[in-house]
């Protein structure tokens, strides 16, 4: 297993376009620039199935992380994505890889 990018509150859309509910594991999309869109795989603390609607704590893990370092900080919040539709957001409240740190 991977080793995690950030730890994020993570909250997902009720009335959005996603319906069912997500698991520990699910690979959505991020965007963590304007015009930067990866996928990253969350892992959840304290549950394994996430309702729309809820809010959770959690890990995501990017891919190819190297290809937008310094673009993440404390407080900063991404769009969660499926494709170009929203289906939550992510409020970034620790990052550990320091490649990703904005200074």
Known sequence: ???PDVEAK???LKNGVRTR???SGYRPNHLVTDNYLTSGAHHYYEKDI???GETV???ITFISPEAYPNTL???KTINIQ???RIVGYAEIIKVFNLQLLKH
């Open 57 to 59: 704590l959690g890990t």
């Open 21 to 23: 509910p997500v698991f």
């Open 50 to 52: 996430v309702e729309m």
């Open 73 to 75: 900080w404390v407080g």
């Open 10 to 12: 993570i909250t997902f």
């Open 1 to 3: 297993m991977s080793v």
């Open 82 to 84: 499926e494709a170009s």
